[in-house]
């Protein structure tokens, strides 16, 4: 299986290449820098962003006869006011998935976003609704309004926080994350 991954220059997106390649996936990574990620067999570079339409459609096809058939999306959004750069990253995304008939995406969100608010910490809240990453989750609020109503299939991987953690089972907490807990993360390797 293909995989197109977005973001995968950050300390997460490396993490999900190199699973997704010790799992014997193919990979093909839209990344603004190219020289940046390091080659791999199994990985194709294109460089691009997301932001673009034409640079998603470039990743696409990037690899003749080999379509990716999901997408997964590290990207991290900007704590900055009225930023979009999720929302709209994922908006051209899902128009090329319908292009290409793919109809699986996994993005990283966070912990407090939708409907899994009310399950974090109050210092949290505060710091969400008072502080610079209001900006942050009022667009990964967006994308998950923008997933849910696509028609696409979709996960939404809500870390409480990114850790270089050992190896963990995957735990599945459903959309509002009660349970969760303030330390939950994802660590540095995947296992499920």
């Known amino acids: 299986m293909r995989v197109l991954v977005i973001g995968g220059n950050g300390q997460t997106g ?5 699973e997704a390649l010790q799992r014997g996936h193919k990979i093909t990574a839209l990344i603004r820098n190219p020289s940046a990620l390091p080659a791999k067999e199994g990985l194709t570079i294109v460089k691009g962003t997301p932001l673009e339409p034409s640079n998603i459609e470039s990743a696409f096809n990037a690899v003749q006869g080999d379509i990716p058939t999901a997408v997964i ?41 939708g409907s899994s608010f009310p399950n974090i910490t109050v210092i949290m809240r505060f710091a969400i609704s008072r502080t610079s990453f209001k900006h942050l989750f009022e667009d990964h ?18 870390a409480a926080r ?3 953690a050992k190896k ?11 349970g969760l807990g303030v330390f939950a993360g994802l ?6």
Do not use: C, W, Y
């Open 141 to 158: 609020n967006q994308v998950d309004m923008t997933l849910k109503k696509s028609g696409v299939k979709f996960v939404l991987f809500r």
């Open 187 to 192: 660590g540095g390797d995947l296992e499920g």
């Open 14 to 18: 490396r993490l999900v290449i190199d």
């Open 162 to 164: 990114l850790t270089q």
């Open 73 to 113: 999306v590290t990207l991290a959004s900007p704590q900055v006011k009225g930023t979009r750069v999720m929302t709209n990253a994922h908006e051209n995304l899902i128009a090329a998935m319908e292009r290409h008939g793919v109809s699986k995406i996994a993005t990283l969100s966070s912990f407090g976003v």
């Open 168 to 178: 963990a089972p995957v735990q599945f907490f459903g959309d509002d994350g009660k």
